[in-house]
């Protein structure tokens, strides 16, 4: 009973330990293009650059590319005018189903949450 419950255990273990091996690295290469005047404000997520890249843990490049997607959320309407997201995957670039690099191109809230900033509204 305790060679089977032992043998559970590091079977479980392994499994954990192997499903953590497969998962990759995910680049998300941000550019913040900053309303006129906010590029201070804008650019604090990049520790006061216009670009930056952020690392996250993805399972394959597919999933990589929807953290991608997701990075294009835009929330600062009047500070950030607009984003260009690169993603690359254990060291390979990645591109959209269309062949953009820029995954903001197919981020479904475009229209809605780009090019906000008051000087675009006169």
Not at 81 to 96: P, Y
């Amino acid at each position: 009973m305790k060679n089977t419950l032992a043998l559970i255990v590091a079977a479980f273990i392994l499994s954990l330990l192997s499903s953590h091996a497969t998962a990759g690295t995910c680049e998300i290469k941000y550019t913040r293009t900053a309303c006129d005047g906010k590029e201070k404000i804008s650019y604090k997520k990049c520790k006061g650059k216009q670009s930056c890249s952020k690392f996250k843990e993805a399972a394959d490049a597919a999933q990589c590319k929807k953290l991608a997607t997701k990075s294009c959320a835009n929330k600062r309407y009047s500070i950030t005018k607009s984003k260009v997201i690169n993603a690359v995957f254990d060291g390979t670039a990645l591109t959209t189903d269309s062949g953009s690099d820029d995954f903001c191109t197919i981020y479904e809230n475009k229209a809605t949450e780009f090019n906000q900033c008051p000087e675009d509204k006169k």
